[in-house]
């Protein structure tokens, strides 16, 4: 392969970010396809007051792919604690909202912003228009908005969006065609990686890509959405919303998380996702399971350099050592 190898990486919320700050450190062209259904804080203020695509995620994704002086990533990530209008909004999200002012277009927008901030790769919307992720319970009730489905209290059947007809950008289509690699997840299940593959042509090409699919399987369990979920679980879930079965790798972590942490997240309901691994092998899915884990603050994510380093190893390039460049 005599160019940088391309990866396209699907999702949202906060483990994309995560991710994304491991393999930017890679020989590799990076296409980050980013949920805009989001309707919660300042994201969903400026969404709602504009009409335009939900801010927040690609805020995040562009500050995790920047390239810039600390202190200008922290400006542009910087929330406003104060008691008029700006409370809660992020700074970034307001800088986005006037470039999508000034030129007319969100996407255009998010380009010009990639280029102030250095942004290592693309950073697409999964749609360039405002979108409303709504939700079914098993009990026929539908709860509409990202951020109150998961505190509906019932079981999730299936989630959709609103409008009916909803196109991704031609560019967006284009880099899951040529992408050598693709990435879903990490992230929340139904919150933040269905709304990108449920945008009807984004799923549809997904499935018929010839590049690898891998998906990263979270490493907790989430109330509201995935509650007593394994591994097997989340794939079936993302698989009866598509019309294909299409992931080829499964990433999941085997490390024992200590019983302290286990215990501060038992408060929010949430455990360790089991790894079925015959259950996952009967899917036909390739498994590898590692300990991808790192702390922060109580907090767990997903080890970024580890996560990164296993992605790179699918991809047919020889293995670098990129503490060494």
């Known amino acids: 392969m005599d160019r940088k190898p391309r990866i396209v990486i699907i999702g949202g919320g906060t483990g994309l970010p995560v991710l994304l700050r491991g393999i930017k450190k890679y020989p590799v062209d990076i296409t980050a396809i980013v949920t ?38 922290q400006m542009f990530q910087h929330r406003f604690k104060t008691s008029n209008e700006l409370a809660g909004h992020s700074l970034g999200n307001l800088i986005i909202a006037a470039l999508t002012s000034i030129t007319g277009d969100f996407v255009h927008a998010i380009q010009e912003m990639s280029k102030v901030l250095n942004v290592r790769g693309k950073v697409l919307p999964a749609a360039n228009q405002s979108v409303i992720l709504h939700a079914e319970m098993e009990d026929g009730t539908i709860v509409s908005g990202e951020s ?43 919150t933040s990686i269905l709304p990108n593959l449920l945008v009807p042509e984004i799923g549809k090409e997904v499935c018929n890509a010839k590049a690898k699919k891998v998906y990263i399987c979270n490493l907790m369990t989430q109330a509201g959405e995935t509650l007593d979920f394994t591994a097997s679980d989340h794939v079936k879930a993302i698989y ?8 080829d790798t499964v990433l999941v972590n085997n490390e ?27 899917l036909g899915i390739d498994v590898i399971y590692d300990k991808i884990i790192t702390y922060n603050d109580g907090v767990i994510r997903h080890d970024t350099e580890k996560v990164a380093k296993i992605l790179y190893s699918l991809i047919d390039q020889p293995l670098i050592n990129i503490d060494s460049k």
């Open 240 to 247: 009866d919303h598509m019309d294909c079965s299409f992931i």
């Open 256 to 282: 024992e998380i200590p019983a302290n942490i286990q215990e501060k997240y038992e408060e929010e309901l949430a455990k360790p996702v089991i790894y079925d691994v015959e259950r996952l092998l009967a």
């Open 148 to 190: 109150k489905i998961p505190f509906s209290g019932k079981k999730i059947k299936r989630v959709f969006l609103t409008p009916e007809v909803i196109h991704p950008l031609s560019e967006t289509i284009r880099a899951i065609r040529k992408a050598d690699l693709i990435v879903v997840g990490p992230g929340s299940l139904y």
């Open 36 to 73: 805009v259904a989001d309707d919660g804080g300042s994201s969903g203020r400026i969404r709602d007051e504009m009409d335009i695509p939900s801010p927040g995620d690609i805020r995040n994704v562009m500050a995790a792919l920047s390239d810039v002086e600390p202190l200008i990533e």
